[in-house]
């Protein structure tokens, strides 16, 4: 272990630390967080006992789908806005203060177009996520040298087949950076959404919990959100790294 | 041998205005025939279009007025089918190792996986290439990856090879064994060859015929046979005769670099 590694494993756990020790010493009270050593506890009994597995597949599955939509669609779209530079001179305006609207504002609306069942979710998820891979994607394109696509037309590839075989390999380290954004906004959409107005998931279960005082299931619900976001997350980065290094780039 | 492979007649290249300014003629009109076989170079100084040159008979871009043929067909905007191209700038895939890098040269041929393999493996051995067939183009110096972009083209085994300043971004002593190796190269094969320099002891060490271009816009003002046997190497620079070329090369050229100078500071 190098001496970041083992830097950022400490403040991780001097964090840990503190909160067991405010826990215990009372400063943070029972109702309103128990002690991390607990949370833990109720973590694997939560697991081992299979509770919640169905919210918890539910959840997963709408966070996937909303995840491998909007990044299809995203680099799809990216893809063919790069070679049309008017359409994308009139989208840009778009991109650049798409996230300063509230796409939760909207959930009452979704709901009463598609009902109360996963639709909304599984969408407030896709729009939060699509516009990040079609910037992502389009930022990477602009990247790619010159002489790649020259080389392409000089092999006699069509422009699906250099977007296949050269342009979009090239700006993979790019497009898995759109790959890490987009599964973090499907994570906040679709749980988000389940806090809100949903009947099921783990982002109901959370909010009923906390509506009910019941710290033994919140906290072990938030502690799996997070270990999952953060495997998922490190997983991506990993691959990142692996590519960045057999390009000479890191 | 001596059959013209591609023609050039009355080829003029204009950019169309940027924003505000005017068009730039940046080539022609030029009339050039290369013939099938030989090793045909151009030097001319900077900006006078070599490179547009190169891309007009690439068919990467278009002439604005002018005719090209590449074996008695016309060439528009298209890369002719029998016609590889090797530019200054790395182009290789860093994605895929040197071995997947070749093979992609035969990506759009018709051939079988096994032909594939066997082609691409004598080009690797040819271009010096065995030990690292698995390596990624990172872990390879300049020379090597422009080795391996050269691999790519002719496992293709294209008709005509276009080179744009090939080893250009190579070092003095690396530029002059791939000279060697191009040299090799030109006779294994049997392609012509079309190289754009800017180097004259280069043009005139591996060319049997140099053309000579103007200042912008480029025209060909001289046309140079150096009369060298077609079994040659870079020891040719021993020879009086290199000394004589060069400099008629260099008369030449002077000329015309000194009117781009003096462009560059009157309008600076």
Redesign the interface.
Known sequence: MNKVRLYQFAVIAGFILLLEALCLAGVIDKITMTPPHIIVRDFVRMILAGRYFGEIGKSLANVLLAFASAYVVGVVTGTILHGYKTARDILDPLFATYYAIPVFAFYPLFIVIFGLGDGPQVLIGFLLAVVAVIVTTLNGLDRVPLVLKKSARVNGLSPLQTALRITLPYCAPSLLTAAKLALAYAFIGVIGSEFIMARSGMGYEISYAYTNFDNATMYPLILLILLLSIAANSLLSHWEAVLLARRGQK | MSAAQVTLRGVTKIFPAAAGGEPVRALGPIDIEIRRGEFFAVVGPSGCGKSTLLELI?G?TAPTQGEIEFEGRPIKEN?P?G???V?Q???C????NVRENVE??L??KNIGPEEKARRATAVIDMMGLRDFARS????LSGGMRQRVCIAR?IVAEPRLILLDEPFGALDQQTRLLMGDEMLRLWRETGATIFLITHALDEAAMLADRIVVMSARPGKAIDLVETGWPRDRDSRIVERESFGAITSRLWKTLREESMKTMGRASSGA
């Open positions: 690439a990467l890369v089918d016609v590889g191209v530019f700038e790395d182009a895939f860093t994605w895929l992609f040269g990506r759009q990624y183009p990172a872990q083209t």
